[in-house]
């Protein structure tokens, strides 16, 4: 039972972050914006912090929906999430109103959205020390003979 809950968390977190970056990738400029105004980040940065956060969403999404070096891609996702949760607090706790950029659109930075990430990091940080898991039974193996 194990094994399918960590493959099935690892799907579906995989799944989240192609979903977050594919909502992103056709208004940069606008992700960017979110980004600034978080006000962590010198404004030079924010172009290039915008775009490595997309890559990464991208590269882990599909590393964790594919199964390939799973633990890792969880791992990244984990440390992600870390940095997601630590930006929306800071800005909530400074009264900064703004657009959290999660997944494209203009959905608004609440606490409830710092609490939406701690349930996938959890999955992240399972799927990171528990492994990818699978969706069948493991093969028992061939005795020579």
């Known amino acids: 039972m194990r094994p399918v809950l960590l493959a099935l968390a690892r799907a579906a977190l ?3 972050f192609l979903y ?16 600034a105004n978080y006000r ?4 030079a940065l924010v172009p290039a912090a915008a775009a490595a956060v997309v890559g990464i969403e991208l590269a882990v999404g599909a590393l964790l929906v594919l199964g390939i070096a799973a633990r890792a891609a969880a791992l990244v996702t ?6 997601f949760v630590a930006g929306l607090s800071q800005a909530l706790l400074r009264g ?5 950029g ?7 930075a609440t606490w409830g959205t710092v609490l939406r990430d701690l349930p996938m990091l959890a999955a992240a ?5 528990g ?12 005795e020579p003979g």
């Open 14 to 16: 995989g799944a989240l």
């Open 20 to 35: 977050a970056a594919a909502t992103k990738l056709p208004d940069m400029a606008a992700f960017a914006t979110d980004l």
């Open 40 to 43: 962590m980040l010198p404004a």
């Open 78 to 83: 984990a440390a992600m999430l870390v940095f």
């Open 96 to 100: 900064i109103d703004l657009h959290c």
């Open 102 to 108: 999660c997944f494209g659109g203009a959905e608004a």
């Open 125 to 129: 940080v399972a799927v990171a020390v």
């Open 131 to 142: 492994g990818p898991g699978r969706l069948r039974p493991a093969r028992a193996p061939v």
